[in-house]
């Protein structure tokens, strides 16, 4: 069972407009999300973060919004450029003791903008 | 470059090979991972290491075999492997402190035949 979803596999967003990426979580005991970009033949880097004692993070243009009682999360690009064409991983972490924190991902989304 | 180094980047063994994948970090981190990701799968946890002592093994066929001989170094190894092994093997690591996030490496794609 997933718990942390992302249930669209790509998305074709116009150069210059808003890209909205979605995550869903199951899991209530999360209390960090993050965000990474994977170009191909590279590995996943990180975008941004949100703590779940937050709503929102900003970061240029980017920015993460967590609702924590739909347990749903997005990232927001604005404005889309065709150099953002990749696949974004949702991630979720939940604190646990006596061992390396653990990122669970989703099976993210290819971004694709167009020119 | 990321900081976290994998080598070889392509990988194609037969199914009675032995072969290792090797990760290397030079970024004071004190956890390392591997990740499997299969096409239009998230990626899967297989092995975490926290100040070289593995601290998580997720039910990972025992064909992989993690080492870690340093906090720098982290090699999985692999041994009659079947063809739905075949994938990017991820290593990353973390300072523990997960708003720093992990820091990945580029991965092996790995191709069983």
């Known amino acids: 069972d997933q718990q942390v979803k992302q249930n669209s596999p790509s998305l074709s967003v116009q150069e210059g407009r808003i890209s909205i990426l979605n995550c869903d979580y199951t899991n209530s005991m999360f209390d960090y999300f993050l965000w990474y970009k994977k170009y191909p033949a590279e590995g996943p880097t990180f975008l941004i973060s949100i703590s779940s004692i937050k709503d929102k993070n900003e970061d240029g243009r980017f920015t993460v919004f967590l609702n924590k009682s739909a347990k749903h999360l997005s990232l927001h690009i604005v404005p889309s450029q065709p150099g953002d064409s990749a696949v974004y991983f949702c991630?979720?972490?939940?604190?646990?003791?006596?061992?390396?924190?653990?990122?669970?991902f989703g099976s993210g989304t290819q971004l694709t903008v167009l020119p | 470059e990321t900081g976290v180094t994998q080598t070889p980047r392509h990988l194609v063994m037969g199914m009675t090979n032995k072969k290792s994948l090797k990760c290397e970090q030079h970024l004071g981190h004190n956890a390392m991972y591997w990740y499997k990701q299969s096409a239009k799968k998230p990626l899967e946890l297989m092995f975490v290491y926290n100040f070289k002592e593995q601290t998580e093994n997720n039910s990972v066929p025992s064909r992989f075999s993690p080492e870690c001989p340093n906090s720098s170094h982290l090699f999985l190894h692999l041994h009659t492997l079947q063809p739905e092994d075949s994938a990017l093997y991820l290593c990353a690591s973390s300072q523990d402190r997960v708003n720093y996030g992990y820091t990945f490496g580029s991965g092996t794609r790995l191709t069983v035949v």
């Open positions: 991630a979720a972490s939940a604190f646990s003791s006596g061992s390396a924190r653990q990122l669970t």
